[in-house]
C-alpha cells in the first residue's frame, strides 16, 4: 500500500483528552464549530477583531479587507504598526523584561538565554547601526546567517526600520544567493564569518563574496559579519564591517519606523514548477497576526510553555514560528544551531529534557530519520530520555506517514500529547489547515480540518466543488489576511501561478491536490500536482535542477523526476544524456558524482539527485515531448504498463530502467 492508501485506509482516531482541552484556547469541537461560523456569516469582522485583540496598532486599522484590486487584497491598510515593537517592546512595558525569549543551544551544547529584555537591546542597537549605513525604510537587505540569535536580531532590527528582509537559507550556494541578491534588489547583506553543524564549521563569508563577485550586487554597500567561529575571512575594506564593531557604540533606543500593515516585512524565495524561484513578499500586518493567532490556537501556547521549532531561519517556518510567533506572544523557545545527529543521534530528545519543553514542531524526515537508527541502538532512543514535560507535538512541510505519526506519538509523546500535522506555505504564511490540541479528533496522516477563517475546498480543472472522497486540487477560496501579497517584481507571475484563470481567476492555487473525508471532511494531502518536489521537507522545482544540470559542460540534455523515498519522503532522480558516449561501469559513477557535485554549486547540497540515469537518448513522443509520466515509473523502478505507443523510441526504457 502506498503511503497514501494507508492514510485514506486508517480508522484510528485519537480524541483530545480531558486534559488536553481543560484549558485549551479552542476547547472542544463547539468552539471550533462556534469560530467557523462567526468567520463565516461576518468574515472582516472575524479577522477584524482577533487583528484587534492579538496585535498593538500604534495606529488602529479603519478598513478591513479590501478586494478593489483582485487578487492583489490588502488587508488592514490604513493601520500603522511595528513588528519588532510587536514581538519585543510590548512584553517589556508589561513587565515581562526578564523573561527568556530564547534559551540558544549551540552545536557543541553551549547554552545562552536572552531575555527579552536583551532582545531589545541588541535589536535596538542593530537598528541604530543598520540606519547609519544608510539602509531605510523600504531597503532590501538579506541575511545569510546560520541559526542563530543574531539571525532573529537581524531580522527585528530590518522590521524594526522598516527594511524588508530576505533571508537565505546558509546551505544555499553562492549562486543561488547571488541571484536572490539581484533579484531583490539588496543594499546590505549580514552574513557570518563561518556556520558550525555537527562539529564542522562551513564557510558563509567566502560564499557570500563569492556570490557578490558573481556580479549585479552593486546597490550592496554593506556586508555586515558576525564572528562565530573566529575562522580566517577575506575582507573588503570599505565594505565588510564586523557586527560586533557596528553595534558597539550604538544606542540601545530605537524609536519603532511605524508602518502601514501592508508594508513588506519580507520576501522570502521559494521554488515554482517553473523559471527561477519566486520572491514571496508578505506584508507586516497579515503574517505577524497569523504568525501570533496560530501560536495560541494550533500551539495552545500558555505563558509558562517552552516551545521549540527545529526549522531553520532560511524557511518559512523559521520566519513565523521562530523569528515572529513565538515572540509576539511574549513566549519562551528554545533555538538550536545544530543537526539532530550530533554528538549523537538522542540529540533533539536530550534537549527536550535540558529545557523542559513542553511543545515540540519538527518535520516528518527528521522522525523518520531518527526511527530508524533509534530502533537500532537504544542509547538514543527517546525513551532513554526524559520527555515527561512535553504536552504538544507538531509536524511541518510534508505528509507525515501513518507508521511515522505512530511511532512520534507512542515514543516522543508517550501516547499522550497530541500531535498537530499542520498544513501551510512559505505564500500561506502561517497554518492553514491542522488539528486543534484541545479540540480535533486526530486521525494519523490527516491534516484535519482548516483553522477558523480559512476557506479551504477541494475542487476539480475546471474550478467546481467535487464532493468528499473525490479526490481534487487544493484551494483557498477567500483570501486571509498572512497570504502572500505577490511575487517580488513580477505581479503576472503572481497572477498566473496562485489564481489561474482556469480555475475561474478567484481561487488560490495550493499546488497540492488533497482529498476529504468522506464522513469527517477530514482534508488529506496527496503531494504536489506541479513540477515541484519536496525532499526533506524542502521544496525544489524539477525546472530548476534540469537547468543547473544542462549547464555543465559535459550534458546535452536532463529530465529531472521524484520517487517516493522511505525516509526523505521523495527523492531527486535525474536522467541525463551526456554529449560523449554513454558511460558505464565505473565511468559513469565518476560522472554521476561530478554532476551531483555540480548541482550543490549551483544550487545547494539539498538539490543533488539521489540517482542519476545515463540514456542515450530520453523518451519522447514523436514531436519531440519528454515523456515524464514514464521517467517516474523508471525512477520507481516500476515495469512500464503505460501505452508506449506514441513512443518515438521505445528502446531506451530498458536502457535508462538499467537498475545502477
Ligand atoms: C507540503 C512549508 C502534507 C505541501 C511550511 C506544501 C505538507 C509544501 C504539509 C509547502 C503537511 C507542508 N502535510 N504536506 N502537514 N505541510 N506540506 O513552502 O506540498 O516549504 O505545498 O512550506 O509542503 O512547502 P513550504
Request: contains cysteine.
Amino acid at each position: 500500500m502506498s503511503a497514501i492508501e494507508s492514510v485514506l485506509h486508517e480508522r484510528r482516531v485519537f480524541p483530545p483528552s480531558d486534559k488536553a482541552s481543560a484549558n485549551a484556547a479552542i476547547s472542544g469541537m463547539d468552539a471550533y464549530k462556534a469560530l467557523t461560523a462567526e468567520a463565516e456569516s461576518d468574515y472582516e469582522g472575524f479577522w477584524a477583531r482577533i487583528a484587534r485583540e492579538t496585535l498593538s496598532w500604534h495606529k488602529p486599522f479603519t478598513k478591513v479587507l479590501d478586494e478593489s484590486n483582485a487578487p492583489f487584497y490588502k488587508w488592514f491598510e490604513d493601520g500603522e504598526l511595528n513588528a519588532s515593537y510587536n514581538c519585543i517592546d510590548r512584553h517589556v512595558e508589561a513587565g515581562h523584561g526578564g523573561k527568556n525569549a530564547i534559551i540558544f543551544e549551540a552545536d557543541d551544547g553551549a547554552v545562552t538565554n536572552v531575555t527579552y529584555q536583551d532582545l531589545l537591546q541588541r535589536v535596538s542597537r542593530l537598528a541604530n547601526a543598520l540606519k547609519k549605513q544608510g539602509v531605510k525604510k523600504g531597503d532590501r537587505v538579506v541575511i545569510y546567517l546560520p541559526m542563530s540569535v543574531e539571525g532573529v536580531v537581524a531580522m527585528q532590527a530590518c522590521a524594526r526600520i522598516g527594511a524588508t528582509h530576505s533571508v537565505v537559507f546558509g546551505g544555499f550556494s553562492s549562486k543561488s544567493l547571488n541571484e536572490r541578491l539581484v533579484d531583490v534588489g539588496a543594499v546590505a547583506l549580514i552574513t557570518a564569518d563561518e556556520q558550525m553543524r555537527g562539529g564542522k564549521a562551513l564557510p558563509l563569508k567566502s560564499i557570500a563574496d563569492e556570490a557578490i563577485a558573481a556580479g549585479g550586487c552593486d546597490a550592496v554597500k554593506s556586508v555586515i559579519v558576525y564572528r562565530r567561529t573566529g575562522g580566517k575571512v577575506a575582507w573588503n575594506e570599505g565594505r565588510d564591517l564586523w557586527l560586533h564593531e557596528l553595534v558597539e557604540n550604538e544606542s540601545d533606543q530605537c524609536e519603532p519606523e511605524w508602518v502601514s500593515a501592508e508594508h513588506p516585512l519580507f520576501i522570502l524565495y521559494t521554488s515554482g514548477s517553473t523559471g527561477k524561484p519566486k520572491g514571496v513578499q508578505h506584508s507586516t500586518g497579515g503574517i505577524l497576526l497569523w504568525a501570533a493567532q496560530t501560536m495560541k490556537w494550533t500551539f495552545d501556547m500558555k505563558p509558562d510553555d517552552v516551545f521549540w521549532c527545529t526549522a531553520d531561519i532560511g524557511w518559512i517556518t523559521g520566519h513565523s514560528y521562530i523569528t515572529y510567533g513565538p515572540t509576539a506572544i511574549g513566549a519562551t523557545q528554545v533555538m538550536f544551531e545544530g543537526v539532530p545527529t550530533y554528538p549523537h543521534a538522542g540529540r533533539f530528545w536530550e534537549m527536550i529534557g535540558r529545557h523542559k519543553v513542553t511543545i515540540f514542531y519538527t518535520a516528518p524526515t527528521a522522525i523518520r530519520s531518527l526511527i530508524k537508527v533509534s530502533e537500532a541502538d537504544a542509547k538514543v532512543h527517546p525513551k532513554s530520555f526524559d520527555l515527561s514535560t512535553l504536552r504538544i507535538l507538531g509536524t511541518v512541510g510534508e505528509p507525515i506517514n501513518p507508521e511515522a505519526w505512530m511511532w512520534y506519538y507512542e515514543n516522543v509523546g508517550g501516547a499522550k500529547c497530541p500531535i498537530v500535522d499542520t498544513w501551510w506555505q512559505t505564500e500561506t504564511g502561517g497554518h492553514m489547515i491542522t488539528p486543534l490540541p484541545g479540540a480535533t479528533p486526530l486521525v494519523p496522516g490527516s491534516c484535519t480540518l482548516p483553522l477558523p477563517g480559512i476557506m479551504a475546498a477541494i475542487v476539480d480543472e475546471t474550478g467546481q466543488d467535487v464532493p468528499n472522497g473525490q479526490g481534487g486540487i487544493l484551494v483557498v477560496k477567500r483570501p486571509w489576511p498572512s497570504m502572500l501579497r505577490n511575487v517580488w517584481g513580477d505581479p503576472d507571475r503572481y497572477k498566473s501561478s496562485y489564481f489561474p484563470e482556469e480555475l475561474g481567476g478567484k481561487l488560490y492555487l495550493a499546488g497540492d491536490g488533497a482529498v476529504r473525508d468522506k464522513d469527517t471532511g477530514y482534508f488529506t494531502i496527496m503531494g504536489r500536482i506541479d513540477d515541484v518536489l519536496n525532499v526533506s521537507g524542502h521544496r525544489l522545482g524539477t525546472m530548476e535542477i534540469e537547468s543547473a544540470l544542462v549547464s555543465n559542460p559535459l550534458v546535452a540534455e536532463a529530465a529531472v523526476v521524484g520517487r517516493p523515498d522511505e525516509t526523505t519522503g521523495e527523492a531527486v532522480v535525474a536522467f541525463v544524456v551526456l554529449k560523449q558516449a554513454r558511460p558505464e561501469g565505473d565511468a559513469g559513477t565518476k560522472i554521476a558524482n561530478e554532476l551531483r557535485a555540480w548541482v550543490a554549486k549551483e544550487i545547494g547540497p539539498i538539490a543533488k539527485p539521489k540517482d542519476i540515469r545515463f540514456g542515450e537518448n530520453l523518451p519522447k513522443t514523436r514531436s519531440g515531448k519528454i515523456m515524464r509520466r514514464l521517467l517516474r515509473s523508471l525512477a520507481k523502478g516500476e515495469e512500464i504498463t503505460q501505452d508506449v505507443s506514441t513512443l518515438e523510441n521505445p528502446a531506451i526504457l530498458d536502457q535508462l530502467g538499467e537498475a545502477r
